[in-house]
């Protein structure tokens, strides 16, 4: 057996003794979560040109034009469902694109997608299918309720204060269609994940109250809010001490409000102090990324530059097999633990810590595995902002003490620097 063929094996048994077993089971133990998703990068094309997002940036890249044909990427997703429902698999579904519905080929990928059945499908979406779409996209969440699929939609809208970091290139978002927004999301129980940025941090808290009061006028009976800050290099000093000050601000409103840290965080405070079963909080470990454009199966969306990628799917009529291209990679991201990654390994905040985006980090520092600086200096303030607003509260010790022991280290840390300044 040569070299080449010895990889193919091995990297065909590590995905038959994870993703694809999990997809084989419905058990819900903790191993088969961590391996139940299977992310279909569409294509990096979007209406909207949102400052941050790596696709506008690094597009071509992530996505070369040249794998972009349409009528190709179509018959990926006819060859990647077919080989689903003959393996009778049964994974979560994310579909990963720019604007999904407002790509030519959009509703159709969605339709191909609905060949399948019992099956939950997660999509990332801009909104600006609303108003003009919105029987469209409501029509194909009855098509898949008819076939027994969950199909949801994740909103995202960084908020009136903050839309002007996403420029869309054909949409007027007014109070008017903001209404509109969040009334489909009521309806239907979907939830939002605005990102938070460097540029215009500082309307942050004017923006966190514009949606809350917005789900009050809607009648939604919790908050469904997914925060993140965009780990990339560009923040300034300043904005990372508006970003701290924006942390100490949202636990003392949380607080105030009786929410509990753990699970109503809004997961930028709540990822703080839960505990995840693998080695990085992000997806990269816990999902199968495959580029519909030529079928290869990447570490994820934001990784997938030439020679980073796994391997491929091969197709003789059907996908038949799966080969290897750099396996080496394939093990390091699914065995990592960030805990230990370098400049992370002697970190003090290393158990409470985010960790920084791989695709950012091969960005800027060239290393998948090494993090950026600037990054670290933002999670540092995030950690910073929620122990003082912790220990300014009173409620440090009560919050802490139901952490991990090696939390408590960390915080403990954290709170010894900022009592010796
Ligand atoms: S702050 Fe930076 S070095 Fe420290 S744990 Fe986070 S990513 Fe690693
Ligand atoms: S490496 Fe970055 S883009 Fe990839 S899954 Fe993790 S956070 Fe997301």
């Known amino acids: ?111 191909k997608i609905n060949r399948l059945s019992d099956t939950t499908v997660v999509i990332p979406t801009n909104f600006t299918f609303i108003p003009e779409q919105a029987e469209r996209v409501k029509d194909l969440m009855q098509q898949y309720k008819e076939r027994g699929n969950r199909l949801f939609l994740s909103a995202s809208i960084d908020g009136k204060y903050c839309e002007g970091n996403r420029p869309s290139k054909n949409k007027i978002r007014d109070d008017e269609y903001y209404d509109k927004v969040f009334e489909f999301c009521y309806e239907n129980n979907f939830a939002f994940h605005p990102m938070i940025y460097s540029h215009r941090i500082e309307c942050w808290k004017e923006n966190f109250k514009w949606f809350i009061d917005m789900f009050k006028k809607h009648g939604f009976k919790g908050t469904p809010l997914y925060l993140l800050e965009v780990r990339n290099e560009e923040w300034t000093d300043s904005q990372i001490e508006i970003f701290e000050d924006f942390v100490y601000w949202l636990t003392d409103w949380c607080v105030r409000n009786e929410k509990n840290l753990f699970k109503e965080g809004f997961n930028i405070l709540s990822s703080m102090l839960s505990t995840i079963g693998r080695g990085i909080g992000c997806g990269i470990q816990s999902a199968l990324y495959v580029r519909m454009g030529d079928l290869a199966i990447l570490p994820c969306h934001r990784t997938s530059y030439k020679g980073l990628n796994y391997g491929k799917f091969i197709v003789d009529g059907e996908i038949v097999e799966i080969e290897s291209e750099n396996i080496e990679n394939m093990v390091a991201t699914y065995s990592f633990n960030a805990d230990t990654l370098p400049v992370c390994e002697s970190c003090m905040i290393k ?45 440090y010790n009560e919050i802490v003490s139901q952490c991990s022991k090696e939390k408590q280290i960390n915080f403990g840390l954290v709170k010894e620097n900022i009592n010796g300044k």
């Open 1 to 111: 057996m040569t070299y080449k063929e010895e990889n193919d094996r091995l990297m065909q048994s590590i995905l038959r003794g994870t993703f694809f077993n999990a997809y084989k089971t419905d058990s819900d133990s903790l191993s088969n979560l961590n391996f139940k998703s299977l992310e279909m990068f569409i294509s990096p094309v979007c209406n909207q040109s949102c400052e941050y997002c790596y696709l506008i940036r690094y597009g071509n890249g992530l996505y070369p034009k040249e794998i972009r044909d349409n009528s190709v990427i179509l018959h990926n997703v006819d060859l990647l469902i077919d080989w689903i429902i003959k393996n009778e698999y049964k994974p979560k579904i994310d579909v990963f694109s720019g604007e999904i519905f407002s790509l030519p080929i959009g509703f159709e990928v969605l339709e």
């Open 351 to 395: 158990h409470v810590c985010s960790h920084g985006c791989l695709g950012c980090q091969f960005e800027t520092v060239g290393d998948m595995f090494t993090p950026n600086p600037k990054v670290c200096q933002l999670e540092h303030a995030k950690v910073k902002g929620f122990v003082r607003a912790l220990v300014n509260l009173g409620i």
